[in-house]
C-alpha cells in the first residue's frame, strides 16, 4: 500500500515535471493571451520532434515531453476564462508551433 508521505509527494514530483519540461501552455501564454488551449496545440504538434531529438540521449526527456501534453490541457482548461476574455495581439500560428512538412 502507498504511504501517506508517498502521497505527499506526488504533487511535488507533478511541479517538477512542469518546471523540467517548459510547459507549453505557460510558455504560449508569456508571449500572449486570448488563443484558448494554444499552449495545448503547441505540446501535441512538439511532441514528433521533441522525441525524435530526445533519441540522441537514449530517450531521457521523453516522459517529460509527453507529460506536457496533459500538464499543458490542465493549464489551459485553467486559463481559458481569461483567453476567452482577452484580445490577441499576434496571430495564432505565431504564438503556437506549425511544423513544415
Known sequence: MISNKSLKLIPLLFSACVVISGCSSIDVHSQDWGHPYAG???A?????????MS???LFIPAPFIILNVPCSILIDTILLPADLMATSKQDRSKVTYVPSH
Open 44 to 52: 501535441v504538434n512538439t511532441i514528433e520532434p521533441g522525441l525524435a
Open 55 to 57: 533519441a540522441m540521449v
Open 40 to 42: 495545448a496545440e503547441k
